[in-house]
C-alpha cells in the first residue's frame, strides 16, 4: 500500500495522485529488472555468489535507507504545513 492517501493535502489532485502512482511503478519495475541483471552480471564476472547476494543486499539496503528519508521528508513537511494552517 503506498503511503500516499489522494484524499489528503500531499497531492494537489487526482492527476498527480495518479502520476505518483505511476513513478512509483516505473520505479519499481525497473528497480527489480536492474537489480536481478546487475547481480547477474557480478556473478558472471566473479563466478562467486556470495558477491552477488551482497549486491543483492546492498541494493536492498539503499532502497530500505531512500523510503526512510523520503517518509521522514514527508512528515517533517506535514507538520510544517499543520503548525502554519
Known sequence: ???VDPSTHLVDS????RRQVI????????GMALGGWL????????GS???????GGGGNLLNVLIA???RW????????????A
Do not use: E, I
Open 1 to 3: 500500500m503506498l503511503p
Open 14 to 17: 487526482p492527476a498527480a495522485w
Open 23 to 30: 513513478a512509483v511503478l516505473l520505479f519499481t519495475l525497473g
Open 39 to 46: 547481480s547477474g552480471a557480478v556473478f558472471d564476472l566473479t
Open 49 to 55: 555468489y556470495r558477491a552477488a547476494l551482497v549486491n
Open 68 to 70: 526512510a528519508w523520503l
Open 73 to 84: 521528508r514527508a512528515r517533517d513537511r506535514s507538520r510544517v504545513n499543520t503548525a502554519a
